[in-house]
């Protein structure tokens, strides 16, 4: 249990719903150029470990720019 939830307060917050949204438009996006640069790439990497690649690719970019954002603190 976190320190907040001990003290009664909401889990997420404002910034914190807004950062997950902004992130999670940046990695719907950032995805569709993986996609086109992992289907480029194809002769390089097995057919049937495209898609798994893709996804891991798209969780990573959403954890990393969630991160980014909740570190600057901001979403201008």
Same mark, same amino acid.
């Given at each position: 249990?976190?320190?907040?939830?001990?003290?009664?307060?909401?889990? %997420?917050?404002?910034?914190?719903?807004? &950062?997950?949204?902004?992130? /999670?438009?940046?990695?719907?996006?950032?995805? @569709? +150029? $993986?996609?086109?640069?992992?289907?480029?790439?194809?002769?390089?990497?097995? %057919?049937?470990?495209?898609?798994?690649? &893709?996804?891991?690719?798209? /969780?990573?970019?959403?954890?990393?720019?969630? @991160? +980014? $954002?909740?570190?600057?603190?901001?979403?201008?």
């Amino acid at each position: 249990m976190t320190k907040s939830a001990r003290q009664g307060l909401p889990l %997420e917050d404002e910034f914190t719903k807004r &950062a997950k949204t902004s992130a /999670a438009s940046f990695a719907f996006y950032a995805s @569709l +150029y $993986l996609w086109l640069a992992l289907m480029y790439f194809e002769d390089y990497v097995p %057919e049937h470990r495209l898609p798994g690649l &893709a996804i891991l690719g798209s /969780a990573l970019i959403f954890g990393l720019r969630y @991160l +980014y $954002l909740v570190k600057r603190g901001r979403l201008d």
